[in-house]
């Protein structure tokens, strides 16, 4: 997936065309300020504001507490963005933000705003040093109690769209009764799975710090015992062996580096069943002079900022299960979340 800059006029496609138009522009100046100001209005409670009545401005002044002026030209950005319509002197909600904004809705990524709202954003300031130093925030060992949550709630917005997509996709043994889900927390894909298939029961092996925070968030699924928490800690624990029909490891290889990455393939082979898999389900790497993917490499330097590590190619990816014993399986690409992959491998 790109973003592209689309003219809306002649001259404007003959300014692109010519290479008049001063793109770096839009990026150093205009999107740092679209990025903030949907940050921004969800953390204030804008979109909320009008979720069940449209609202003139003085109306939603009111109601939020903020300064009218200021507020009326974060409106009229958000309605140039495309989250609010703008008629008869009120602003109403679009579908798309109603989808997406919406703290309650099946699909939001509210969470996802206020974690980079509130935390991520100042990461941000350190992206010079990380290219100096190659050392990036390492952020799991400074999060406080409230980041935490604020981190699970994130995690648990960006795949609420994709975990249902994965429920449907996932390669997995239809009699499958075991799955070890690493570093899962909220366990939105195990319970994607354990609803398609009856017999199917799910540990979510994750960080005390993060099972805490994630524990609410997994009961609001009503899945009882059948998915559970387990605290450890993917490094260091053992998986057992022979002990399941699927492995997942979501979300979790970009914080790794490649060495501890097949330290993990290399447990997991052990402990899968014969006719096993193994997901690693991740963005991917697109590699230097393959097609741009802006997600893929956006994502690649966002982990290499936070974690050090960063994304990894589906070849990499592959390499490590291999040399642990595993055979290539699948290769699946969302649709629903472009640049996102599983990349499957089974046991003999």
């Given at each position: 997936m790109q973003l592209t800059i689309s003219p809306e006029n002649p001259l404007e496609w003959l300014a692109l065309r010519a290479n008049l138009a001063p793109i770096p522009l839009l990026h150093v100046q205009i999107m740092p300020v679209l990025a903030k100001a949907v940050l921004e209005a969800a953390d204030k409670g804008v979109f909320e504001a009008v979720k069940d009545e449209d609202q003139t401005l003085d109306e939603?002044?009111?109601?939020?507490?903020?300064?009218?002026?200021?507020?009326?030209?974060?409106?009229?950005l958000l309605t140039a963005m495309g989250y609010f319509t703008y008629q008869n002197n009120r602003f109403a909600l679009t579908r798309m933000a109603r989808r997406f904004a919406l703290k309650d809705d099946p699909s939001s990524v509210y969470g996802m705003m206020i974690f980079n709202n509130r935390v991520v954003w100042e990461w941000?300031?350190?992206?010079?040093?990380?290219?100096?130093?190659?050392?990036?925030?390492?952020?799991?060992?400074?999060?406080?109690?409230?980041?935490?949550?604020?981190?699970?709630?994130?995690?648990?917005?960006?795949?609420n769209t994709e975990a249902r997509e994965f429920g449907r996709r996932a390669p997995v043994p239809k009699l499958a009764t075991s799955m070890l889900d690493i570093g899962g927390s909220h366990g939105q894909h195990s319970v994607a799975l354990c609803r398609k298939l009856p017999a199917l029961t799910s540990i979510i092996l994750d960080l005390p710090q993060a099972i805490e925070q994630a524990s609410p968030l997994l009961a609001r699924q009503g899945l009882?015992?059948?998915?559970?928490?387990?605290?450890?800690?993917?490094?260091?624990?053992?998986?057992?062996?022979n002990a399941f029909d699927i492995i997942l490891l979501s979300s979790l290889a970009h914080h790794f580096t490649p060495e501890q990455n097949q330290l993990v393939t290399d447990k997991v082979a052990r402990a899968l069943r014969s006719g096993g898999v193994f997901i690693v389900n991740e963005f991917i790497r697109p590699e230097l002079g393959a097609k741009p993917d802006l997600i893929g490499s956006s994502t690649d330097l966002f982990y290499g900022l936070s974690s050090t590590a960063g994304n990894y190619s589906i070849a990499e990816i592959q390499q490590w299960q291999q040399t642990a014993g595993l055979k290539p399986h699948k290769i699946v690409k969302y649709y629903t979340m472009p640049g996102r992959v599983m990349v499957v491998a089974k046991k003999k």
């Open positions: 939603l002044a009111t109601k939020l507490q903020l300064n009218q002026k200021a507020l009326g030209e974060l409106m009229g941000m300031d350190h992206l010079g040093e990380y290219l100096q130093t190659g050392t990036g925030v390492q952020y799991h060992d400074t999060l406080s109690s409230e980041q935490w949550r604020y981190y699970q709630e994130a995690m648990l917005a960006a795949t009882g015992d059948r998915v559970t928490h387990r605290p450890g800690n993917a490094l260091t624990d053992d998986f057992g062996e």
